[in-house]
Each structure stands twice: as structure tokens, then as C-alpha cells.
């Protein structure tokens, strides 16, 4: 199984990014995806979550109304949209695969967001 995380860079305070995470060798469409992120001298934290069949997610309070999480089953791609950043927002972004219970979870690499002025 690998999990490829791409689309981090340096952003200004209010500013976008889209992140993707690219998988293979699974069943994408069986696993639910998610983002979680790092940041420096802090455990790593949910960000957000896209179930299976993509019907239900789920984000983190300090996300809402700015991040938008899907994912393309036939792609098997999940990707974070990013809106407003902010200097908090300033982590590696880590890309999650797992069915609870079954199999999993599997991890990306991770990705560099930084949010600077």
C-alpha cells in the first residue's frame, strides 16, 4: 500500500491550497480517507475524515466552512481543499487510509503546508 501526498508549499495568511493523496495497492473505494496534520512540538490531530462511499465527512472545529474534503473513487484520489489559511494552519499534512477493524491504517508520507506573512 502506498499513499502519496502532494500539493504543499508556502501560502499567505488567507490564501488556498489543494492537496492530494494518491493511493495504491487497495481497494480505495472500501477505505475510509482522511487528513491529519503535525505540527511542530504538537501531537498529530484529525483534520479531516471522508467515509467509504464518500456520503458522509467529518472536520475538525478549528477546519470548519474553510476545508473541504472528497475524494474520486475512480482516481483513487482524496483530496484537501484549503481556504483562509492561517499561520496555525502551518503543519506537515498527512493522508490516512483505513477500514476500522479490517485492515489499516495506512499512512502517506506527508506534505509541508506553511502559512507565512
Known amino acids: 500500500v502506498q499513499l502519496v501526498e502532494s500539493g504543499g508549499g508556502l501560502v499567505q495568511p488567507g490564501g488556498s491550497l489543494r492537496l492530494s493523496c494518491a493511493a495504491s495497492?487497495?481497494?480505495?473505494?472500501?477505505?475510509?480517507m482522511s487528513w491529519h496534520r503535525q505540527a511542530p512540538g504538537k501531537e498529530r490531530e484529525l483534520v479531516a475524515i471522508?467515509?467509504?462511499?464518500?456520503?458522509?465527512?467529518n472536520y475538525a472545529d478549528s477546519v470548519k466552512g474553510r476545508f473541504t474534503i472528497d475524494r474520486d473513487n475512480a482516481k483513487n484520489t482524496v483530496y484537501l481543499q484549503m481556504g483562509s489559511l492561517k499561520p496555525d494552519d502551518t503543519a506537515v499534512y498527512y493522508c490516512?487510509?483505513?477500514?476500522?477493524?479490517?485492515?489499516?491504517?495506512?499512512w502517506g508520507q506527508g506534505t509541508q503546508v506553511t502559512v507565512f506573512s
Open positions: 490516512r487510509a483505513d477500514r476500522p477493524k479490517i485492515e489499516g491504517p495506512y
Open positions: 495497492g487497495l481497494t480505495f473505494s472500501r477505505y475510509d
Open positions: 471522508i467515509t467509504s462511499a464518500g456520503g458522509l465527512t
